[in-house]
């Protein structure tokens, strides 16, 4: 009985005296890069994203298997996920140029075209170690009226590597690809 004290308490001490990674946060941003279209449609409301668990808490999610996902305590997203979709989709549309005006959730200015939508997964993929890579995948509806076109895309890019910052990077780069899936899907539609 003695033995065993001593061992817990050794293991107690021991616990205690680990030290823990530093917590790393992270934003992510895409930047569009090509001219600025001619207004196609009127003034739009982007109204905020929504997600489910796992993709609006902030911690990284790593895909080890089709089924197995775990939640990295160490590294996370500084804000949630669909937020920063949602602000980053904003200045995307205002810059490039689709609509007359870009509004978000709340204003006060009444906006005939609504743009809503869901992040569906944001994770990184390690299920292949050789190759990882990031996914990002979201659900888009655009309204005009009592008509709609619902956009589903994702995008992914590859990494040299699944850590953190490299990580980070990859889903500013996926950002950029879902956004231009995106516009490129606002285009071509006919609701106008």
């Not at 890069?33 to 929504?50: M, S, Y």
């Amino acid at each position: 009985m003695k033995n065993l004290i001593i061992l817990v308490c050794a293991l107690l001490i021991s616990a205690c005296a680990s030290t823990t990674p530093e917590r790393q946060d992270f934003l992510i941003s895409a930047e569009r890069q090509t001219a600025r279209n001619e207004a196609k449609f009127g003034a739009l409301q982007v109204n905020e994203l929504r997600s489910n668990a796992p993709y609006r808490d902030l911690a990284l999610i790593y895909k080890e298997s089709p089924q197995r996902f775990v939640a990295d305590p160490y590294h996370g997203f500084l804000a949630a996920p669909a937020n920063q979709l949602t602000q980053q989709t904003r200045a995307w549309l205002a810059k490039s140029g689709l609509f007359s005006r870009v509004y978000p959730t709340g204003s006060s200015q009444i906006a005939p075209w609504q743009l809503e939508g869901e992040l569906l997964a944001m994770y990184i993929d390690v299920s292949a170690p050789k190759t990882p890579k990031v996914v990002i995948q979201a659900q888009y509806l655009l309204s005009y009226g009592n008509k709609s076109a619902n956009f589903l895309l994702t995008a992914e890019q590859s990494i040299t590597d699944p850590g953190p910052e490299s990580a980070a990077q990859g889903f500013s780069t996926a950002l950029a690809k879902l956004l231009t899936q995106l516009e490129q899907e606002l285009t071509s539609s006919n609701l106008d």
